[in-house]
C-alpha cells in the first residue's frame, strides 16, 4: 500500500483545493531526508524555498512505456531509480517529504537533450568531494551539468560558493569535519558549487509541488 502514490497522477493541494498534477519529464524532485547523519550535516548550512531543508534532487525520466523513474547521483553512483523507491526508499526510518519543480517553459525544450546526456551518465562515480569536472557527480551538479551541456554550455542553473560552515559560528560543523575526514578528502570551502536548496530557490523554476 505505501507505493499508491507512484503512478504519474499525484493529488496535490495547490491554492487551497484539490488539484491534479502530472509528473513530466524533466521535473525536479527535491527531498528533504528525516533520518541520517550527512542529511542532518547539509541542513546545517544551506537554505531553500520555504521552510523546506532539502538534502538531494533528482530528474524525472519518463520512458516510451510511462514508466517513471528519477535520474539520479547518489552513493556509489548514478542511476536510474523507479519512482516508488525514490519516494519510499526501503532503507531509510521514516520517508523524505518530496516536492516537484517544474521549469519554466523557455527551458523545456532542453529536457530531452538533457535527459540523454543524463542516461549516458549512469553508472559514473558519486563525488564525494564535490568537485566540478571531474566525472564523477553529486546529486545537485547532475542536473546542474546535464542541462548546461544540453543548453550549449550556457548555465540554466547558476553555481555559488559553497561554504560548510555554520551560519551561527562561521565555523565549519563538526558533521562536514567528519565527512571530508572520512572521505579523506580536502574541504571545498569557497570553491564553485551548487546545492538542492539553492536550486531550488533559482529563478528557472515556476512552481513547486508538494508530493
Sequence with gaps: ????????????????????????NGDLIFQEACT???????KQVTSSIGTYQFTHVGIVY????????????????VTLTPISEYL?????????????????????????????????FIGKEYDYGFILNNDAFYCSELVYEILKQANKGK????????????PDTEETTVGWIDYFHKHNLPIPEGEAGIN????????????????
Excluded: W
Design 36 to 42: 541520517g547523519d550527512t542529511e542532518n550535516t547539509i
Design 88 to 120: 519510499y526508499p526501503d532503507d531509510e526510518g521514516c520517508f523524505p517529504k518530496s516536492v516537484v519543480g517544474r521549469l519554466k517553459e523557455e527551458y523545456q525544450p532542453l529536457i530531452p537533450h538533457a535527459l540523454a546526456i543524463g542516461l549516458s
Design 155 to 166: 548555465e540554466v542553473f547558476r553555481l555559488n560558493e559553497m561554504t560548510f560552515k555554520s
Design 196 to 211: 538542492p536548496g539553492a536550486m531550488s530557490r533559482a529563478d528557472v523554476i515556476e512552481g513547486v509541488y508538494e508530493l
Design 1 to 24: 500500500m505505501k507505493y499508491y502514490m507512484a503512478i504519474i497522477l499525484l493529488s496535490l493541494f495547490v491554492d487551497s483545493r484539490a488539484e491534479v498534477f502530472q509528473l513530466k
Design 62 to 77: 519518463i520512458d516510451s512505456a510511462g514508466a517513471v523513474f528519477v535520474l539520479e547521483a547518489t552513493t556509489p553512483k
